[in-house]
């Protein structure tokens, strides 16, 4: 019997805008800001802003996932006790199934010690306002393919682009036709095949 090879799954969570949250307990109060992300280089910049921002805070801990399959992801304790901070924030990404989304929770210290489950109730409960504040959207995991061709080919590619509903990313109509285009993963397949059967040139 054949075997039949499962669809792709190339859609995933995450949030549509920066959201923010909040958490008091015992003085302590935990700001928490989440931020829809795609890179490291992105989670370094707003890290490093927060803390500018609220220098005159205890810590800044935070936590974040990349990419369609999550595997990219880290979280950080700044200073808190082991796993009371960067893990609460990063469960409650799991939790609610999300990616591409950084969550930092800022903590301003009320004096009296909230002990290792106090803080992370409070860590926990600082990211989970955030994500309940902000907006849950679907995400589409997509390749860029550039596509090169004459102007004779214009067409071919233009009915490839519409019959799977890609929208160009960037154009060039110099001596060749260059454009650069995110394929769905579902589509590649089937986008490599109806290029090959052109005969247009097209590379990752």
Known sequence: MDSVSKPVTDCYKSIAAPSRGLYKDKGSKFLSFAYPVSSEAQVKDIVASLKKEYFDARHHCYAYRLGLAGDKWRAN???????????????????????????????????????????????????????????????????????????????????????????????????????????????????KEMLKNTQICQRA
């Open 77 to 191: 304790d700044d200073g808190e006790p082991s796993s009371t901070a960067g893990r609460p924030i990063l469960g409650q990404i799991l939790s609610a199934e999300l990616s591409d989304i950084l969550i930092v929770v800022v903590r301003y210290f009320g004096g009296i010690l909230l002990g290792t489950s106090g803080l992370t109730v409070a860590y926990k409960s600082a990211a989970a306002d955030a994500i309940a504040n902000g907006t849950v959207i679907e995400k589409v995991a997509s390749q860029i393919f550039e596509i090169r061709f004459d102007y004779l080919q214009m067409n071919d590619v233009m009915k490839v682009l519409k019959e799977l509903q890609i929208v160009p990313l960037e154009q060039s109509f110099d001596e060749r036709c260059l454009i650069a285009a995110p394929v769905r993963l579902r589509d590649i397949d089937r986008f």
